[in-house]
């Protein structure tokens, strides 16, 4: 079944709670301060989309297409990006609160998160070379046999990551957040 094809429309102050929004393809289109929470958007496409002020919280995602899609000052809470499709997953993410949320295994090469809440979130498997989490909170959050090359994490706060059970070469740390690499061992730094 072809969906519809939904080009340059903008979505203002739209609670999609109740009808839920139309599986379709939306292209270049924007999202400002709509209610998405607990909406199936699976196999919805969006491309070129940008989504302000949006509640995101619990979306189901399956195999949902995001292409350059851009997320600003969004409620995101326990999303599982892991769940979209991979072809051509592009993603971008500022001043959202991303809590409980899923990025297993996902290719997210030069993926920018800024300002954001990435508290209990989930990167184990992922490939996040040469990303970057400027000004993020990781409190609790996972890497594990994750790629983090070149990664920066300079002004990133609240992480523990294994330099052991990561690829890391080349990321960017802070003098003062280098603690965060070391917490697996214990040790008071004064």
């Known amino acids: 079944m072809a969906l519809n094809y939904i080009e340059d429309q903008t979505f203002d102050n739209i609670d999609f709670t109740t009808n839920g929004l139309e599986k379709a393809e ?3 289109c924007t999202f400002n301060n709509c209610d998405l929470s607990g909406n199936n958007l699976s196999e919805i496409r969006f491309s070129d989309c940008t989504f302000t002020g949006c ?7 399956t195999n949902t297409s995001l292409q350059n899609v851009k997320f600003a000052e ?3 809470l326990g999303i599982h ?3 979209c499709n991979r072809f051509g997953l592009s993603v971008s993410f500022e001043a959202c609160l991303l ?11 030069k993926t920018i998160f800024r300002n954001c809440q990435l508290q209990e979130a989930d ?23 994750s790629v983090l090359e070149k990664t920066d994490f300079r002004t990133a706060q609240h992480y523990s990551i294994d330099p052991e059970r990561n690829r890391m070469k080349k990321a960017r ?7 965060g690499l070391l917490d697996k061992y214990q040790i008071e730094i004064s």
């Open 99 to 109: 809590l409980h949320s899923t990025f297993y295994q996902l290719k997210l090469k």
């Open 123 to 145: 990167f184990s498997e992922a490939d996040l070379s040469q990303s970057s989490f400027d000004n993020c909170d990781l409190s609790g959050t996972t890497f594990v046999n």
């Open 55 to 61: 509640n995101l919280s619990l979306v189901k995602l």
């Open 173 to 179: 740390f802070s003098l003062t957040g280098v603690a």
């Open 26 to 28: 939306y292209e270049s």
């Open 74 to 76: 969004c409620k995101m």
């Open 81 to 83: 990006i892991d769940e």
